[in-house]
């Protein structure tokens, strides 16, 4: 199935998804002087960029560069040139050309200067609109039939089901997580049955299920652990640290620092379950350590609980030499139940490296704040035109990659939206000579 050019003077275009992938390719295309028409789902659009402004919108990083572009792992490279293209400093200009100022937070992460999402949206939208761009909210994309030898694309909306024709589209559906925001990963199975190699859509930035006792979970459950480190050792044997804050949940770890590890303890899950085969062993447990005292050395802490306790119980000993919080000593109890807590030594090691419950799973895809997995590099060229689908582009978070919080995922989803919009623009150009 393919797409054919209209012999009309003005092609027709569609963009069909209006997050930040989306309109930034409509916005790409209507700076050529083009008319696009943008087609969403929900009654309103980019509900989930809103959703990011909500707890303070982290739209890009100052980092350097070349860590920047690494953040995104495996996909570094094929991103790469659209970052180039779009670069962290590209995106704040862009921001500023709208009206909104941005400031470098802690670690570098990028905010609009009043940290929401709802003022961007606005000024952008009206500049969108300025252009010509036209938006169809309540329109969900349905699929494909073949009328008169022509592909069409159906929409479901209020006032039932619609039939276009397009020269070109733009597909900037999103990923599959909080799919009440519009992004649900129906495509997945749209775009399978055209032949389009898809990676499985999986919760990536997630938390994860750990089996607490009941004790830990009924008065722990929701208790915050702050100025700690956790490492894991990811499938390729590389060792991973991050030091910052999570939260221990009834069903297990939530938070900041479980979404920086998220990809690498979630692929680690998933190697084992392919283990568990008959004759198969795994020597990597999805296993994670936790530090609860990063900025103390092991002799740091042995010269602390060699300090004159005064009958202090060893409760009272983790909290007021160690300054640490009461649930330290319940996790030490689930995790080290064999700690001889007069040994100073061993106790000093299980604060240092305290082995945690190893996870059962993840949480759901819908939870999680982004999704990894999605159209893969091979099925589409430069431009992200799908390979199966000729006429059609890709963008955002439907794409193959994954990446931390930290302003990463908007940035790559308006990079890969700008080389779709300019994509369509060079392919009509190219077909209409
Ligand atoms: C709670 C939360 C906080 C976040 N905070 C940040 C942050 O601070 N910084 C950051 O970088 N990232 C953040 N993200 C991630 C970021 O919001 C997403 O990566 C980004 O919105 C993805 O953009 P997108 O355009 O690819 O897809 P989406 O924003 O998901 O947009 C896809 C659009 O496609 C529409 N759609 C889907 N299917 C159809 C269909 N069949 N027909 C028509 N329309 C359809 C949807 O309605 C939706 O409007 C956050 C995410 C969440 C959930």
Redo the contacts with the bound molecule.
Sequence with gaps: MSISISSSASPRIAV???????LMAAERIARQGLAVEV????PS?????L??G??????THAEDYADFVSRYGNASHWLRPMLDDFTPDNLRSWIHELGIETFVGTSNRVFPKDMKAAPLLRAWLHRLRSQGVSIHPR????GWQMENGKQIWR?STPEGEKHQQFDAVVL????A??PR????G??YSLLTQQGVSIAPLLPSNCGFELPWSDFIRERFGGTPLKNIALSLTDIHGQPWCRKGEFIVSQYGIEGSLVYALSAPLRDLMLSKQSEKQPGKQSDKPAQLWLDWLPQNSHEQIISKLQQPRKGMSFANVLRKKLNLPAITNALLKECCPELDLHDHQAVAGALKSMPLPCPTSTRPLAEA??SAGGVTQNAVNEDLMLSALPGVFV????LDWEAP???????A?FAS?KRAGDGVCNWLASHSE
């Design positions: 069909i998804g209006a997050g930040p992938a989306g087609f969403d789902a929900m659009v980019a509900r989930k960029f959703l990011a909500v707890g303070g919108m982290n739209i329109h969900r994309w349905q929409f900037a559906l999103g990923g997580s909080w925001l519009g992004s649900d129906q495509w704040i982004s963008a955002g978070e439907m919080t930290g302003g990463y995922l908007l940035t989803c939206g």
